[in-house]
């Protein structure tokens, strides 16, 4: 192993979760190398919505601005209103304190992995990891090249290739399909669906243990649809056809929907193994009932990267400093929010929407609240500012 393959800190997966990680690491003066098999730009089926929460892990980790990404094209639009409807027709629509803001998510990645370049990170696409020795802390990849780091920072989506061989392994949680959702995604528009609102909307209805959705662009929208693979696999598309028709969007001329896998529960308790760490998707971090990701991805990222740092003369440590630090800071919060989850779908015919609109009507500022993440989900709690 030449000197220039080896690395205090090798990141597999070039997202949001990965170019953080990197860019963090690379500002501490840590010597990183970041993989992705596939080049940037590259496509990313995503909903796009970035929560209060986000946008604070953001500013915190970046030291940006909503301005500063507006300047560059990274935040493409926002939204005040929402909409919350029923395949029957019901709905109720409200104001938010806060606004969502909406990204491509192609270009939002691509953005932050030249950050992590600019810090530092040296970047390799077309290189994917093909095995890994965790004793030996080497990886090697498709082109044949071997790799070794201190640590393994692993950001490689929800059907993740390094957590499946560590669950095959038996060093992990088995259950990684248990938990999974599909996504249906498609653009339009505004001549293909003229009808449609300029503010995000929200469609209980068309797909058990699942939802809907329609989110706004400069130029056209975003529909897509998810649902729990164990409880609506077999009704996605019945149900995405559905949807498309309720919103008076024809669906003769529009291209083929896109489908992607997200996690919807199987969040792990344990985040790795020796010297690996798992982030983002790839550890199951997303919202078990509204399916956000992004803020989780750049959250468990800037978690990682403080364990990395703390335990830099020891690496040994980093799995279980990462650990107390998700338990501490996201694992609570799922743990709730996929309680929740529970109690919603698990209610008969159109109750799920009755139980959220009831919500809405009655505490919306709350709601909100706990949406962008300045509540918990555990009981409506204000969130209390961690300052480490």
Sequence with gaps: ???????????????????????????????????????????????????????????????????????????????????????????????????????????????????????????????????????????????????????VLVADGALSRIRRWLSAKGFINPKIHSGLATALEVFVTHQQAPSLPDYPTIHFGHIPWGYAWCFPREDLWLLGICGLNIKAGQLLKKGFKQFLKKISVPIEHLSTAKSCALPYGNFLNQPGYKNILLLGDACGLADPLLGEGIYYAHKSAQLAAMAAVQSFSNPNKALNLYKQYIDDNILTELRYIRAGRQIIFSLPGAWPFRAVSSLLRTIPQICEETIQGQRSFRWFRPVVKDNR
């Design 1 to 151: 192993m030449t000197h220039e393959n080896r690395f205090d800190a090798i990141v597999i997966g070039a997202g949001p979760a990965g170019s953080t990680a990197a860019y963090l690491l690379a500002k501490r003066g840590f010597k990183v190398l970041l993989l992705d098999k596939k080049p940037f730009p590259r496509d990313k089926l995503c909903g796009g919505l970035l929560t209060w929460k986000t946008v604070k892990v953001l500013e915190s980790i970046f030291q940006t601005s909503t301005d500063f990404l507006k300047s560059n094209q990274i935040i493409l639009n926002q939204s005040l209103n929402y909409e919350v409807s029923h395949a029957n027709g019901a709905s109720i629509r409200g104001r938010l304190e806060h606004p969502f803001y909406f990204v491509d998510r192609s270009a939002y990645d691509f953005f932050w992995l030249k950050m992590a370049r600019q810090a530092g990170a040296v970047f390799r696409s077309g290189e994917k990891v093909t095995s890994l020795d965790p004793g030996n802390n080497q990886i090697v990849t498709s082109k044949g090249n071997q790799f070794s780091g201190s640590l």
